[in-house]
């Protein structure tokens, strides 16, 4: 066979680089950087190479496996779904659909069947509890974005290219390659910021291969980066800095926030954040004194005991210097193909609330409908009405990602019913009666979707699948199966193209009545018969894209895009920059940025009383690795050859006062539990802080990933309290954890 080349955008990260595939013989033989991606220009990281080795793993798979006699059976696919509907409707007809509830992993975020219909599947399933990886990762900057900008996904990114200032907090884009913000090469972007004059500060506990690219590490205790930011605010407002420039008459709640900054001076908190008063004051100051500039807080500033409070400052600093949605500041993305997620939700539509009801065992408030990740182990162990009986995961792993991730191990055992869609027999799915196996990246089409919600850039890239294959079914077909299950239609009599329909046809219906959507006021029923012939994902991407900002609005725009348009550019298209677009993506009742929802507000006297706490010897962060994709990038022997990366880096002060050397093993201990790990001493951590990497532990019996059972290394989420949480947002703290190590 000859040689053929492909073109695709990688999934597995929110960089969206462009890759060259070339295939002899139905083999991959070389993946590369695509030199004439419109957005990634040539650039790649080290995981993108490695699609085709994820496609050919032995260890992926192809077909549904059942649990018989504690072992795992490959069966067709008629009697995998009918094991699933059984098991099931046994938890629904027995307990109620309070005792059923579904896992939602990241990877859904990169896989366009999963990203388009999880929306369904919640929908016409009727199942009303949920948890999510975004209880660990991101909930706080949800809670902050809804009410101050009246949208969860309404969020701001910095817009590197023409920025002068950043200042960088929790964030570590050398290896993550950016989150909450799409850029491809966020660090040869950084390392720009310098080349023209400009600067970059990272603030963050550890040295982080981020600071190579900037001009100023700023380590900081972990979980005080609220502190440090109200800080901030002190002096814009003590030193007359603050400038809202074309926000002035777009503000609520000025006044406010100058009256709960007060206590919060640089002197007041410095000791905390091991920050010296007057670098506070400096930080401040160069922040109001750029002409571009803008704070950019991911992770780190979320899954901490204070993540709301530190995800709404970074956004009140913008605002107070006058860097929202200007460019070189933080600006709203101006996605080609605007996400489903994007959409509003008529919960709200009043405005958000939370706390509208309450875990059945901790008694944890609702937060955007769902309870901190570690509440399900305690929901499924603990016996009474309501228990927890049945979970459906899409694409997770959380008995390794979940924090008190061994008591989840040890309840998942005592589900009634846990069907997996997922291609590996993991920590997770080893657990379960049913998995049901998606298709591996290469063998399904591709576009981005609600990862171009926070991208630098309009721009967007369809990639056809490099191996198509139409003799499984895809998740999101997967997906409408055990919808229909759940609403009591057996396998023989479940019709998937008809709930698509029904599915589809509802939304257009709902959008051409939505104000201000691109089609308001038309006829659904003459716009459907226009759309894309064949169902499923790519009629939903073909209709948003046609109803996006650069679409052909359905004969409106006759020179406007579809998704035809990207079918015939292979290397993607872009239409441009950010632009300012506040106006139009602000949802607030009061049609204004909200400074200081109380919601919020009312977390700062927790705060307070943070400063003068009594603090551990030791905190533990997390970190990641380049090679590293949360738990998912493990099997892969390229990634994880060299030297072990799963070690706690200790600083050498602490090493010498606990009594550890480098290359040897110690104990690290919590209130939750206790692990040994290989020690790498390392000026890299601040003095007081150590550091463990997140997405490993892959020792459990019965899971199937070779590899990664070959470098199992440690889980560190065994020593994350599952109570230590964000209060106000329902957040795991996975970072500050208090620790006592000591040699093994």
């Known amino acids: 066979m000859s040689e053929t080349t492909h073109y695709r955008t990688c999934p597995l990260c929110e960089a969206m680089c462009g890759l060259e595939v070339t295939v002899e013989n139905d083999r991959v033989t070389r993946i590369r950087p695509d030199d004439d991606d419109v957005w990634s220009k040539g650039y790649i990281c080290p995981k993108g190479t490695t699609l085709g080795y994820m496609h050919e793993d032995p260890d992926r798979l192809r077909a549904p496996v059942v649990k018989r006699d504690g072992e795992f059976v490959e069966v067709s696919w008629d009697e995998a779904l009918r094991v699933a509907h059984d098991k099931i409707r046994g938890v629904i007809d027995t307990h109620g659909m309070d005792a059923l509830a579904i896992y939602y992993g990241n990877p859904i975020a990169h896989n366009i069947s999963l990203a388009k219909y999880v929306a369904p599947l919640t929908a016409m399933s009727g199942i009303t509890v949920g948890y999510s990886a975004g209880t660990v990762d991101q909930w706080p900057k949800n809670v902050s974005a809804a009410l101050m900008f009246g949208g969860m ?36 972007r950084l390392r720009e910021i310098g080349r023209r004059g400009g600067k970059v500060v990272v603030v963050d506990p550890r040295r982080t291969g981020t600071v190579k690219y900037a001009d100023e590490w700023l380590p900081i205790r972990p979980g005080t980066d609220a502190a440090l930011l109200m800080a901030m605010v002190n002096v814009l407002f003590e030193e007359n800095l603050v400038s809202l420039a074309h926000l002035e008459a777009k503000v609520n709640g000025l006044d406010d926030v100058e009256k709960l900054c007060k206590p919060f001076t640089p002197e007041f908190v410095a000791a905390t954040c091991a920050v010296p008063a007057d670098r506070i004051r400096l930080l401040a100051r160069e922040l109001a004194a750029a002409e571009r500039g803008a704070v950019y807080g991911r992770i780190g500033t979320c899954n901490q005991e204070f993540g709301t409070l530190a995800s709404w400052l970074v956004d009140v600093l913008n605002v107070l210097t006058g860097n929202l949605d200007r460019e070189g500041g933080s600006m709203f993305a101006n996605p080609i193909a605007w996400s489903i997620t994007m959409l509003p939700n008529p919960e709200y539509t009043d405005g958000f609330e939370f706390g509208r009801w309450k875990s059945r065992v901790r008694g944890a408030p609702e937060v955007f409908g769902q309870f901190p990740v570690s509440c399900m182990a305690e929901e499924i162990a603990t016996p009474g009405k309501g228990q927890l009986k049945g979970l459906l995961t899409i694409a997770g792993n959380p008995a390794i990602s979940a924090p008190d991730a061994g008591k989840l191990h040890d309840a998942l055992p005592m589900l009634d019913c846990l069907i997996s869609v997922d291609n590996w027999i993991n920590e997770t799915s080893t657990h379960a009666d049913v998995i049901l196996p998606g298709m591996s990246a290469l063998e399904i089409p591709h576009y981005d979707d609600i990862i171009w919600s926070w991208a630098v850039g309009s721009a967007g890239n369809y990639s056809p699948p490099v191996f198509p294959d139409t003799d499984r079914p895809q998740e999101w077909q997967i997906l409408l199966m055990l919808a229909g299950f759940c609403m009591g239609q057996s396998p023989d009599e479940i019709d998937v193209d008809g709930l698509d329909d029904l599915f589809f046809h509802g939304l257009v219906d709902a959008l051409t009545q939505m104000p201000g959507f691109a089609l308001e006021g038309r006829d659904a029923r003459e716009i459907i018969p226009e759309c894309r012939e064949e169902g499923g994902p790519l009629r939903i991407l073909d209709f948003q894209i046609r109803t996006g900002p650069f679409g052909d609005h359905f004969g409106a725009k006759p020179d406007g895009l579809t998704l035809a348009d990207f079918e015939a550019a292979p290397h993607g298209i872009h239409m441009g920059p950010m632009i300012p677009r506040l106006a139009e993506v602000l949802k607030t009742p009061s049609g204004k940025v909200e400074l ?47 030297r072990d990366r799963c070690t706690l880096l200790v600083h050498p002060d602490d090493a010498s006062r606990c009594g550890v050397r480098d290359g040897a093993k110690a104990e690290v201990r919590s209130e939750a ?72």
């Open 153 to 188: 996904w309404t969020i701001p990114t910095v817009d590197l290219d023409r920025a002068d200032f950043v200042m960088m907090i929790g964030a570590n884009p050398h290896a993550s390659q950016g989150s909450l913000l799409a850029a491809p090469d966020v660090c040869g």
């Open 596 to 642: 200081a929802p109380p919601y919020i507000t009312a977390d700062l006297g927790r705060l307070q009383k943070r400063v003068g706490r009594k603090e551990s010897d030791l905190l533990l962060v997390s970190r990641r690795h380049v090679r590293s994709n949360n738990s998912w990038m493990h099997n892969v022997p390229s990634l994880v050859s060299g």
């Open 673 to 744: 539990g206790v692990i040994v790990v290989p020690v790498e001493v390392s000026d890299e951590m601040t003095p007081g802080v150590v550091s463990l990497p997140h997405g490993w532990g892959h020792d459990r019996p019965g899971i199937r990933v070779a590899v990664a059972r070959e470098h199992p290394g440690v889980n560190n989420n065994l020593l994350a309290p599952g109570t230590f949480v964000d209060e106000i947002s329902g957040n795991q703290a996975v970072n500050g954890i208090p620790v006592v190590i000591r040699a093994a």
